[in-house]
């Protein structure tokens, strides 16, 4: 398990078994994990209940997308980043340049900002906005993780989208009933991935997307 207790070491060797992360992006995780736990007694960041095992429900969960962005790809963005899940856990493995937070609490977005401060990459952009009304820009793949129904973020994505665009969205028991939601109002190419930090998660990524007439 992934619990506190694990020693540094032991806790690299862990998520290694699951995902190929460097000494540096791992140093960095462990800062930021110190960061979201010091930032979670003042404001709401991850549920109180999931602190215990915060290397499986939040950091190995968020770091699995690393191994699904497609090659070549310039910039991700995250949608209703919070607490930096997935988009600042991506930012700090070595999977894209730029990634592009996107959170409208001005409290989460200012945690955001700080930790982009305190990434050695540089590769940081925090937007303090609404998805809905950010100015539009091309983007390869969008990210979210526990924020809106799939028809949703779906419909959200529709302006930033281009030809080879992935979403990878992060669900849980009920994807078959949003997946099929979805499909009513758009055509779209999609896959479920199984999640390796929970039997009931799942990934689905989706491309190729066109509204319904």
Same mark, same amino acid.
């Given at each position: 398990?992934?619990?506190?207790?694990?020693?540094?070491?032991?806790?690299?060797?862990?998520?290694?078994?699951?995902?190929?992360?460097?000494? /540096?992006?791992?140093?960095?995780?462990?800062?930021?994990?110190?960061?979201?736990?010091?930032?979670?007694?003042?404001?709401?960041?991850?549920?109180?209940?999931?602190?215990?095992?915060?290397?499986?429900?939040?950091?190995?969960?968020?770091? &699995?997308?690393?191994?699904?962005?497609?090659?070549?790809?310039?910039?991700?963005?995250?949608?209703? #980043?919070?607490?930096?899940?997935?988009?600042?856990?991506? +930012?700090?493995?070595?999977?894209?340049?730029?990634?592009?937070?996107?959170?409208?609490?001005?409290?989460?977005?200012?945690?955001?900002?700080?930790?982009? +401060?305190?990434?050695?990459?540089?590769?940081?952009?925090?937007?303090?906005?609404?998805?809905?009304?950010?100015?539009?820009?091309?983007?390869?793949?969008?990210?979210?993780?526990?924020?809106?129904?799939? /028809?949703?973020?779906?419909?959200?994505?529709?302006?930033?989208?281009? /030809? &080879?665009?992935?979403?990878?969205? @992060?669900?849980? &028991?009920?994807?078959?009933? /949003?997946?099929?939601?979805?499909? &009513?109002?758009?055509?779209?190419?999609?896959?479920?991935?199984? #999640?390796?930090?929970?039997?009931?998660?799942?990934?689905?990524?989706?491309?190729?997307?066109? @509204?319904?007439?």
């Amino acid at each position: 398990m992934s619990s506190p207790s694990l020693k540094t070491q032991d806790r690299f060797e862990w998520l290694n078994a699951h995902v190929n992360v460097s000494r /540096e992006t791992f140093e960095m995780l462990e800062k930021y994990v110190e960061q979201l736990i010091r930032w979670n007694q003042k404001i709401n960041l991850i549920g109180p209940s999931t602190v215990d095992d915060i290397w499986n429900r939040h950091i190995l969960d968020s770091l &699995q997308l690393a191994k699904l962005i497609p090659a070549g790809a310039k910039n991700i963005c995250d949608f209703g #980043s919070g607490g930096g899940l997935p988009g600042l856990v991506l +930012a700090f493995s070595e999977c894209a340049p730029i990634v592009h937070l996107v959170e409208s609490d001005i409290r989460k977005s200012v945690f955001l900002k700080e930790m982009a +401060a305190f990434s050695t990459k540089k590769n940081i952009v925090v937007h303090s906005q609404r998805i809905e009304k950010m100015e539009s820009f091309s983007c390869d793949v969008i990210t979210a993780r526990a924020l809106a129904p799939l /028809e949703k973020l779906v419909l959200w994505s529709v302006p930033f989208l281009h /030809e &080879q665009t992935e979403c990878l969205f @992060m669900k849980g &028991q009920t994807v078959n009933a /949003e997946i099929a939601s979805c499909l &009513q109002h758009f055509a779209m190419e999609y896959e479920k991935i199984s #999640s390796l930090s929970s039997a009931k998660g799942w990934i689905v990524r989706i491309k190729h997307v066109s @509204m319904k007439k």
